[in-house]
């Protein structure tokens, strides 16, 4: 039976989630660093989908490339474009979904010899998909919320499939069906693709809910009426066609914009605004707190 070592795993099927897998790749290389995805669709981001922030307070950046082929004039037109990221990179890496390819190597070798700090003030390395796909390895947890059909943690439940999964001289007898007398108790894990599978999207989207409810409920006391805590989640669902923490991915900055102008609507929400008093943090902030390092 093959090891999860020895098997070959398959890659993401588009860019969004390759991009989500490099920054989980990033998350493990860098720990303790903030670790941001950069702008948007149709949004400039010179050359830079990731960027890291390491404890030397340098910027690294990582543009990430879902391709079957990379070539070099590739890498040099991404290196052109980072060359005008702010404040400006210390390292640049190219993230490709492609397998370790020498000739590309030598090439950037050659680049990061002749580079010099006035006209490139950064080096230059390729991530290739075997380098993403070990280090994601090592990291159960991780490796389980983008491969969870492979994933160790989602065979708990039969801990000799587990030990046969890990050990290729292991073989699994003949099966047993054990018919529990009592009612299992079945825990819901989170969807996959959905904020409920990351940790900074879903305790920010929880943040902005738990901001309004702060603020209706002042309005409510203010009022002298009831608090109806259920009408935000039902609001939400209204509007995105989802529960709050089943929002898919690619919806989150909707629903972000969503929970921010409720919240800024709201009496006490109003008031603030013309103190000048900020409503709450951007998701950019957030992350910037969580992770303890202050923002610029």
Known sequence: MPTLKNMEIPKPKDWQDFERLVESYAQIKWPGCLVALFGGNGQRQYGVDIFIRNKEKNY?????KKVNRLSYSQIEKEIEKAMGFKPGLK??????SVSRNAVLQEKVNIFNSQCNNEKIPFTVDIIFWEDIIELIMTDGKVFGQHYPQLSQESRKEDRFAVYAFNNENSVIGNSIIIKPTKKMNIQKGPIPDTIGNDTYMKNYAKYL???YLDYKKANTNFEGGKMKYALIYNAIKKE???KWDETPYEKFDDLCTYLQKRIDNT???KLQKRKGIK??????????????????
């Open 240 to 242: 995105t066609g989802f």
């Open 279 to 296: 409503n709450y943090r951007t998701f950019k902030e957030y992350m910037y707190e969580k992770q303890g390092i202050k923002s610029e």
């Open 209 to 211: 809910i738990d901001r």
């Open 267 to 269: 009496i006490l929400g």
């Open 91 to 96: 390292h640049y890496y190219i993230a490709a």
């Open 60 to 64: 690294i950046g990582i543009q990430c």
